[in-house]
């Protein structure tokens, strides 16, 4: 069907889009409305840990969709004991909450220390976050986040999110008073613009908060699920945090997120949390067939390899083409582009024919790298020529 087929304006207006519809997508590729493929980069934004539509996820679904949709949040169901047993197994929390999205994990999260510090901190309820960083979308994550211009957008803010310096342990020190309960950091920032926190600032963090008694929060909403190369981000840096939020990689495409929580902070009592599909078996279902293939112990080797591989070869299009180089953990890479050229290169990459590439640049002089944790060395040498020739078109 032609795009100018497609009633478009019956959506609100929130983003520009490309006059192009997707219609498909397996593994790597997407085909859109013209039936032209392309090779996905974004992975509907580090979501599909497993490519497009994996055999595993269409399984489970169909398997559990003939079983059991969603008995109601108030009654326990088996998909959701399993997953939340998984993943206490496999990181230090002894608690999971399941939400539909990242922003719902971390609005839970500020609610979850808010809870705390009313019980055990003299009602203390500032939690400090950093400059550039993403929590989200609801009022109470946006007002978390970092975002330059997002403090007025929807003017008055939640109050209570003071903000330091990312990898700056004084900017940190520096706004802990007897207000405070938390610290809460992405790992690795990816809105921002793929900034890891150094594992010394990580431990620096433990250490601060433990000392001041008050707890670290970790976003891994883009972090988790294996895209570093560890399981979770603050794997990386030997740490135990307090509080972890997950989302996307952890649906592999469907609608989970998760809030994880240490055993003496899960201070939430009935009338607290909850919500309608909050742990419903259709997506737990499908988090336990994504948590099983991501755990193997071959998997994880092969993202770092494959990490590897990909920041090696971003250093040599760097150095060809006078870039700044790359950064990044496991299979969240961004190549620094040192000109506000970002913009160019996505929409030339996407219009290249007859396949056509798909990037993302979170910030004007930056691409960033986020692929199925399960794509191929020939999927990511496809991208690195693809992207060599519109990178040679540039320049000319
Ligand atoms: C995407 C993202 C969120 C928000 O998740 P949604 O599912 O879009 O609500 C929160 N934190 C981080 C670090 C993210 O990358």
């Excluded at 929130?14 to 997508?25: A, C, K, L, Q, S």
């Excluded at 397996?26 to 013209?34: I, V, Y």
């Excluded at 699920?225 to 945090?241: A, D, K, N, V």
Aim: a negative charge; charged letters at 20%.
């Amino acid at each position: 069907m032609e795009f100018s087929q497609y009633n478009v304006n019956a959506l609100m207006y929130i983003t520009p889009r490309p006059e192009i519809v997707f219609t498909e997508g397996s593994g790597m590729w997407l085909t859109d409305n013209n039936g032209k493929r392309y090779l996905d980069f974004l992975q509907g934004w580090a979501v599909n840990c497993l490519g497009h539509s994996p055999a595993v996820i269409h399984d489970a679904l169909v398997a559990q969709s003939k079983k059991l949709l969603n008995p109601s949040p108030a009654f326990y169901n088996a998909p959701m004991i399993e997953l939340a047993t998984m993943l206490t197994e496999k990181s230090c929390f002894d608690r999971v909450f399941f939400t539909n999205s990242g922003a719902e994990a971390n609005e839970g999260a500020i609610k979850l220390a808010r809870k705390w510090g009313q019980l055990n901190k003299n009602g203390a309820f500032e939690i400090i976050t950093f400059d550039h960083s993403f929590h989200g979308r609801t009022l109470a994550t946006m007002s978390a986040s970092g975002k330059p211009g997002w403090d007025t957008i929807f003017a008055p803010q939640v109050t209570g999110f003071p903000k330091a310096d990312l990898n700056d342990i004084d900017s940190v020190k520096q706004l802990i008073t007897d207000k405070t309960v938390a610290v809460m950091l992405e790992p690795v920032q990816g809105e921002g613009g793929v900034i890891p926190a150094s594992p010394e600032f990580m431990q620096q963090l433990r250490a601060l908060t433990q000392e001041h008694g008050i707890l670290l929060i970790v976003d891994e909403v883009q972090t988790g699920m294996g895209r570093t190369g560890e399981l979770f981000g603050y794997q990386l840096s030997g740490i135990e945090p307090d509080i972890m939020t997950l989302a996307k990689g952890i649906g592999g495409g469907v609608p989970l997120g998760a809030l994880l929580c240490r055993e003496a902070v899960a201070c939430f009592v009935p009338g607290d949390q909850g919500g309608t599909y909050n742990g419903a078996p259709l997506m737990t279902a499908v988090g336990i067939a994504v948590l099983k293939e991501v755990s193997k112990p071959e998997f994880l080797a092969s993202v770092k390899e494959k990490a590897a591989y990909l920041s090696a070869e971003l250093l040599k299009l760097s150095e060809e083409f006078g870039l700044q180089g790359e950064r990044g953990e496991g299979l969240l890479r961004a190549l620094k582009l040192g000109s506000n050229i970002g913009a160019q290169i996505v929409e030339a990459a996407r219009n290249m024919a007859p396949v056509g590439l798909l990037l993302n640049s979170p910030r004007p002089d930056l691409l960033r790298f986020m692929p199925a944790l399960n794509v191929t060395k020939d999927e990511l040498d496809q991208m690195l020529a693809m992207l060599r020739e519109v990178l040679q078109q540039l320049k000319k």
